[in-house]
């Protein structure tokens, strides 16, 4: 394992221990953690970085410096990212290219550390603006100092790296100055300027040794002396590496975490992952094969971002801090696309230059205004000049905010107003994360245009009837970025929504409509990145086109021409949130294509919104033998996509060719036919027929003609029908007129037998649908007629339809239709279904109140049907008979029951019977004969 491996690994763990007071959740895909390292090659071969320009500040600013040092700037932010971890040893070098120390030494400290294998020092400029902006001495700077602004917030930062970190020792150098006279200076003038820092060295070991004081480099032996002193210091511990890897990816997770995942309640925060996203970085998924050197985002520091910007070549320059939210939805996709396409560099700067964000009492944002009111004053708190350095750069920068009222749009007028001289000037005020290209040389119709290109929704017509229009920024979440590519799942209505509410319809739009802005806006980001890397490639594609002609008739090319590119154009027509219904498209790919015969132009073509281009031109007078057809796009979509061609070979042969179809058949599905091309005498070759589904058919050339075989699957329907010849070495090209094939609905019979049923009995009819054509019928049929409507499917040639045993005694007519299908024509039957009457079960009388000879009684008559049936209606007849005498009562059922009354009856036993006279669906029935004594 080489120093390198020993170095990273180290880091890993360190930045791993500085993270595990985090809660960590088994959640797929959103455990919470440091991004880890993987160990093997987890991604596919990427191309190599070779596009977009970069910068060696150390070579440009040091003299004796070359370029690849061991030195690294790092922002305020990350210096103290640095100091703060709980472990880790850092070499560190203070100062800027303005000090002349640092410039007499740097040479001597370089020297030593590639002598001892040192990979990194890190180099901490205390002046934020390369100049005098100090945050250890202010002393007549141009800022006001009073109730915690201007100059108070920047020395409170170097106050602050005192106090938490640089001062913990008792024997280390940097102190607090303590004379009141000079309240613009915190750290005392003598302070050192390179040292290592032990993170995990507690309140009195963290300098572990440290060069302060200004060496004497005048003689051979003095500059050997001092070069002793560095490698003392540099060999005085084992030196770590944090990469800007390490840097971004940690401190990005961690704010979105903090922000919006982070709860004590381990469901909540599981809760919590699944509406606002998981980790923004994953080493496994954001490295190539785990080599943090691959990952092209850098952050830099004010003069560093000056530098560039007077610096020669195409740059990429990502605006937006950690801080801000907005930035952490477009960073990760930042990266990739770097990657992608094989940028260099993204350069990240931070407006916010101690990256504490955006308030407008943080004087140390720059993008703001310098006059802000303090204790009821208005007051020079902020150095907005620096960010006015910057728009003048970028002159052509669009921008949400307009500078004044007369610029078009309608968005808010809110420059950046700052102060050079005491003259007020404006700047216009970029939000962020922003993305764009820049090159100073570059021009636009005469006039500077450094901006090349930026991720920004341009000169926009809002459709959602309201105000807003002209330029919009993409101020997207990280949720909605994540989920861009993702649709409302009702099963799982909290993923990837933020604080949209979705119970509604219109919340429901708003989530879309942030997910399709989050989409355009990671397109627009991918688009400015391709076009640093040269656009987007194209290919030209060509069907339709003659593969040969005859001298004596060229006649036209005719030919469909198809523009390929990666190119996706996606626009979404509403704004952010809207609640309106999802509007998007995609932006025309524009641009022509050209036809070139033999080099020569013939013809040209727009390429239309389907991104084809329809060729028809006439072909000009050709000479026997090939020629070459080409095809050039000359490129679209504003420059992002590049020019492509196709060639394709013309033969021009001597004799013109004929091809006739001819007659279609008469077919109906499932039968088959033919159909016979005839092609001018002496050609060779094949044929070619379209028009059928599934695509062209070809046949030989036999005796001049070509016979073609229709398949009987070809669907019922109406068909054109061509006959192409591609032509030989004697005969060109030709096509025959058009010729209409219709199929027709395969013929179907449908019968049945009529069913006859007892009534309680469960009967079925069974219908058999055939074809005299031999095809299978499938779909279903449909029983009407008897009870409920019914509808079975044909299986095997036949439907089976079952019959409930409850369908009251009569006759049915059953009608049983066959729906037939696309290809297939319906077909009927009618039959009859009988359920015919029963007898019920039982015919019983029981004598419910006793006659006498002086008084009346009663009975009761039950008519017992099996069970699940309907009862028994209609009437009874119960006869009494004793000798001579007959006595009759009757009754109508109710439910099957009546009770009847019964006369008064002599003394003695009479016989009873009763006959039930049927009804409905029973048969008529008598019961047993009984007696009944009358005893008085």
């Not at 100091?83 to 560190?92: D, P, Q």
């Not at 990005?252 to 919590?272: C, G, I, L, Q, S």
């Not at 355009?520 to 594609?541: L, P, W």
């Not at 504003?638 to 013309?650: C, F, H, I, P, S």
């Amino acid at each position: 394992m080489n120093h390198r491996t020993l170095l990273r690994r180290a880091a890993a763990l360190g930045t791993v221990a500085a993270l595990a007071v985090a809660p960590l959740l088994a959640t797929p895909g959103f455990a919470h953690a440091t991004p880890q390292h993987p160990s093997a090659q987890t991604t596919p071969p990427l191309p190599a970085p070779t596009h977009g320009a970069t910068v060696d500040w150390f070579d440009a600013k040091f003299p004796a410096l070359d370029k690849g040092s061991v030195f690294e700037t790092v922002t305020f932010e990350r210096f103290e990212y640095l100091l703060k971890k709980n472990t880790g040893k850092w070499a560190f070098v203070i100062g800027g290219p303005e000090d002349p120390e640092l410039q007499q030494t740097i040479g001597h400290i370089e020297k030593v550390a590639e002598a001892q294998g040192i990979e990194k020092i890190y180099n901490f400029d205390p002046n934020l603006d390369g100049d005098d902006l100090s945050i250890f001495d202010l002393t007549g700077y141009d800022l006001d100092s009073a109730d915690n602004a201007g100059k108070d917030q920047f020395l409170d930062l170097g106050e602050r790296l005192v106090t938490s970190y640089l001062g913990k020792d008792a024997e280390t150098p940097f102190t607090l100055a303590d004379d009141p006279a000079k309240p613009d200076q915190r750290v005392a003038p003598q302070h050192p300027y390179l040292f290592v820092y032990d993170a995990a060295g507690g309140d009195n070991a963290r300098i572990v040794d440290a060069l302060t004081t200004a060496p004497d480099l005048s003689t051979p032996d003095a500059v050997t002396a001092y070069e002793n002193d560095v490698k003392r210091v540099l060999t005085s511990a084992s030196l770590d590496v944090d990469t800007q890897w390490d840097f971004i990816s940690t401190e990005h997770n961690r704010r979105h975490y903090e922000r919006y995942v982070k709860n004590a309640d381990p469901a909540v925060e599981t809760a919590n992952r699944a509406r606002f996203g998981g980790d923004i970085f994953n080493a496994a998924d954001d490295l190539t094969n785990g080599d943090e050197d691959d990952f092209r985002i850098e952050n830099i520091t004010y003069p560093e971002l000056l530098n560039i910007l007077d610096s020669d070549g195409e740059f990429v320059i990502l605006f937006g801090g950690t801080w801000c939210h907005n930035t952490a939805a477009i960073i990760k996709q930042t990266a990739d696309y770097a990657r992608q396409y094989g940028i260099k560099k993204v350069y990240n700067f931070d407006f916010s230059l101690d990256s504490t964000g955006n308030s407008g009492t943080l004087d140390k944002h720059i993008r703001d205004n310098s006059f802000r009111t303090v204790g009821g004053v208005s007051r020079k708190t902020r150095p907005a000049f620096l960010y006015g350095r910057i728009l003048d750069k970028l002159s052509n920068a669009k921008t949400q905010y307009r500078i004044t009222t007369d610029e078009p749009g309608t968005q808010s007028t809110s420059p950046v107003k700052y102060d050079v001289g005491g003259t007020e000037k404006l700047a216009r005020k970029i939000q962020v994360g922003h993305l764009l290209s820049y090159d100073k040389d570059a021009t636009d119709r005469g006039r500077p245009a450094p901006v090349r290109d930026q991720a920004i929704r341009s000169d926009w017509t809002n459709p959602d009837g309201g105000t807003f229009a002209g330029n919009v920024e993409y101020m997207s979440e990280v949720w909605f970025t994540q989920g861009k590519d993702a649709t409302y799942d009702a099963a799982n209505p909290d993923r990837l929504r933020g604080n949209v509410n979705v119970t509604t319809e219109v919340g429901q739009n708003s989530l879309q409509n942030q997910r399709n802005f989050a989409k355009e806006a990671i397109d627009q980001i991918r688009d400015v990145i391709v076009g640093v890397a040269g656009g987007y490639d194209s290919s030209v594609a060509v069907t339709g086109a003659p593969a040969s002609v005859s001298v004596e008739s060229p006649g036209r090319l005719t030919a469909q021409v198809k523009v390929d590119t990666d190119y996706t154009g996606f626009f979404s027509d509403r704004t952010a949130g809207a609640t309106l219904a999802p509007l998007t498209g995609s932006r025309a790919l524009g641009g022509s294509v050209q036809v070139l015969l033999d080099g020569t132009k013939i013809g040209e073509a727009d390429v239309s919104a389907d991104r084809t281009a329809a060729v028809d031109l006439a072909l000009p007078t050709l000479t026997a033998g090939d020629h070459t057809l080409r095809y050039e796009y000359g490129g679209g979509a504003a420059g992002r996509v590049d020019a492509g061609a196709t060639e394709q070979t013309l033969k021009v042969v001597a004799k013109t060719s004929t091809t006739t179809l001819g007659a279609a058949p008469t077919l109906t599905y499932g039968k088959s036919g033919t159909i016979t091309a005839t092609v001018s005498a002496g050609a060779t070759g094949e044929v070619s027929l379209a028009g059928l589904p599934g695509g062209a058919i070809s046949a030989p050339i036999q005796d001049g003609t070509a016979t073609f075989t229709v398949p009987g699957t070809v669907p019922a329907g109406s068909y054109t029908l061509t006959a192409s010849y591609a032509g030989d070495g004697a005969y060109g090209s030709s096509t025959s007129a058009p010729v209409q094939l219709t199929v027709g609905k395969a013929l179907t019979i449908s019968s049945a037998a009529s069913v006859t049923t007892p009534y309680g009995t469960a009967g079925t009819i069974k219908v058999t649908v055939s074809s005299p054509g031999g095809v299978t019928p499938t779909g279903s049929v449909t029983l009407t007629g008897v009870g409920a409507a019914q509808t079975r499917p044909v299986e095997a040639g036949v439907a089976t339809f079952s019959l409930p045993r409850t369908l009251a005694a009569q006759r049915y007519t059953a009608k049983l239709v066959y729906d037939g299908g696309s290809d297939r024509s319906g077909s009927q039957t009618q039959v009859s279904y009988t359920v015919t009457a029963i007898a019920p079960s039982k015919v019983a009388f029981a004598v419910t109140k006793k006659p006498t000879s002086k008084k009346a009684g009663a009975g009761r008559v039950t008519i017992s049907v099996p069970s699940g049936l309907a009862a028994a209606t209609g009437t009874v007849k119960v006869t009494l008979t004793k000798g001579g005498s007959t006595k009759t009562v009757t009754g109508t059922l109710s439910k099957g029951v009546v009770t009847v009354a019964l006369p008064k009856l002599a003394k003695g036993t009479w016989k009873v019977g009763v006959k039930y006279a049927g009804a409905g669906s029973y048969r008529a029935a008598v019961s047993a004969t009984t007696s009944l004594k009358v005893a008085r």
